[in-house]
């Protein structure tokens, strides 16, 4: 029989980070499943992008020890940077190319074998070979995001670490790019999400980590998070749809044929 791997694609210890005397990460410890989706919760300058930062190598830890697909990430970086991908806040796709020939380039650089036939199975599994010989730039919100994120699965990394993937995005471009990260944990990959989106993590994360002021605070299930509070009060109350849900009601089909043409 098979061996199966059952240790974190995740691991991590005590990691410290300062700039000066500004204490960014002062003593986190997370461990990620694989195959999982885990969501890092935090406001604004709580160090998420930094812990990001530092398990795909692109920042040395102060203290601390770091996994990634069972590499440390400070004296095998470059084993780590060939096992993972990294999408930051924004689209990086170059808007002149179009569709296809932005992941035909990323597949080269890449050195992956058969560039246009991965591009065509990434564009096919993402919704995007109708728009595939269009400009980039003519591309909706949602659709780049989409296309963003196929160029990250350029060379089948085991681990993929999405930094505010949904950042400015409009109600339907969201659910457009939570379809496509469900699809990435569906076909084995490790996910670790970055968000300061409640929702978000409620719809898309297997377990949360909420990290604040340099420590993950709390980490578990959304069940697991729930039961730390006190029962909730029954009571019948008349429960009106949510302006998002009004929104998607009303656009429906329509307006998700008009983004993708848009």
Partial sequence: MPVIDTAPAIRVRGLVKSYGDVHVLTGVDLDVARGSIVALLGSNGAGKTTAVRILSTLLTADGGTAQVDGLDVAT?????????????????????LTGRENLVLIARLRHVADPHRVADDLL???????????????????????????????????????????????????????????????????????????????????RIAILHEGRIIAEGTLAELRALFPPATREYVEKQPSLEQIFLAIVGATGATEAEAS
């Fill in 76 to 96: 095998e970086g470059a084993r780590v940077r060939a096992a993972i991908s990294l999408t930051g806040q924004f689209a990086a796709v170059d808007e002149v």
């Fill in 124 to 206: 096919a599994r993402f919704s995007l070979t109708d728009a595939a010989g269009r400009a980039a730039s003519t591309y909706s919100g949602g659709m780049r995001r989409r296309l963003d994120i196929a160029m990250s699965l350029v060379g089948d990394p085991s681990v993929v670490f999405l930094d505010e993937p949904t950042t400015g995005l409009d109600p339907q471009a969201r659910l457009e790019v939570w379809d496509a990260v469900r699809g990435l944990a569906a076909a084995g990959t490790t996910v670790l999400l970055t968000t300061q989106y409640l929702e978000e993590a409620e719809h898309l994360a297997e």
